[in-house]
């Protein structure tokens, strides 16, 4: 059957035939080459395009579940080996907040499509499962494969450092943020790393009590994101522990007014999970 390259998933892979139909996925998982870059068959595609395009797409998850699953249990029925399939099973009950029914799924794309898949389960168990011991490993055990790339717009080694905020290990939190933060910054130049980095290197710094070194962060993070409300409450009760109290009022007030606007956090899946520190002014 003739191979040909279709659909560009996550902005850096597209699935793959490795011939695994056969395969158990004990069999599959021992399997060394599970390429970042991978093509479907004709048929492949065809059964995603039926399966999705034709059929999951047509309904809306939030209110017609059960019938966009069944979209997709057809799909795999034909070939169970298509990663994307799985991804797009899990994705619909991790917004749900049905993390454990999601997970199962998602592990089923990880046996097909590791290199691209596990990176974005450490996600999922970072931000929306909360499971950060378990996002430590998956994150590092990525950067093994394919080196600390990116998912959902920011490194893995953010996530890393993050889930060590999460888990009160602040002093790892805090090391991890600073090389990632200088990477950023040798590659993009003084300006170069994101805010929501900066706003948790901060962070890690102000839970050890580092609070000039902390505003030091937020600054550059509010260089950026001048609204950024979050940032402004820390920058707050940071000038509050140094007995800035003038200071402090005012950007405090401010914090509380551009919270109100809704200048918060800005990633896209802050409308389903509340991130790590962020303020609800509601």
């Known amino acids: 059957m003739k191979i040909k390259p279709v659909y560009l998933f996550m902005t ?17 998982e021992k399997k060394e080459s599970f390429p970042i870059f991978q093509v479907v068959t004709e048929q492949q595609q065809q059964i995603m395009d039926d ?7 047509q309904h809306n998850y939030t209110f017609q ?6 979209c997709l249990d057809e799909g795999l029925k034909k070939d169970s080996t298509i990663a994307y399939l799985w991804q797009q099973k899990a994705m619909p009950y991790f917004k749900a907040r049905k993390y454990e029914v999601g997970m199962k799924y998602i592990d ?6 590791k290199r691209r898949y596990l990176p974005y389960r450490a996600f999922i168990k970072c931000i929306f499962s909360k499971q950060y011991k378990e996002a430590i490993t998956d994150f590092e055990e990525s950067i093994s494969m394919v080196g600390n790339q990116y998912e ?3 490194s893995y080694k953010f996530y890393i ?5 999460q888990l009160n290990q602040f002093e790892k939190a805090e090391a991890i943020f600073t090389e990632d933060i200088k990477r950023q910054e040798d590659e993009m130049g003084e300006d170069g790393a994101h805010h929501l980095d900066l706003f948790y290197y901060g962070i890690a710094k102000y839970e050890l009590n580092k609070w000039e070194e902390a ?3 937020f600054d550059k993070a509010l260089k950026i994101y001048p609204n950024f409300s979050d940032v402004l409450a820390y920058k707050g009760i940071s000038l509050l522990q140094l007995e800035k109290m003038e200071e402090a009022t005012i950007i405090l007030q401010r914090a509380k007014e551009e919270g109100l606007k809704g200048n918060t956090i800005n990633e896209a899946n802050v409308i389903y999970e509340t991130y790590p520190y962020q303020v609800r002014w509601k």
């Open 65 to 70: 579940m059960n019938i966009y699953q069944e």
């Open 108 to 113: 089923k794309a990880v046996i097909y499509s």
């Open 12 to 28: 850096i892979s597209v699935l793959f035939s490795c011939n695994t139909n056969n395969l158990t996925p004990n069999e599959i």
């Open 215 to 217: 505003i030091e962060q």
């Open 161 to 165: 450092a993050l889930s060590y905020l």
């Open 51 to 57: 399966a999705l395009q034709n059929c999951a797409y």
């Open 152 to 154: 959902m717009d920011h």
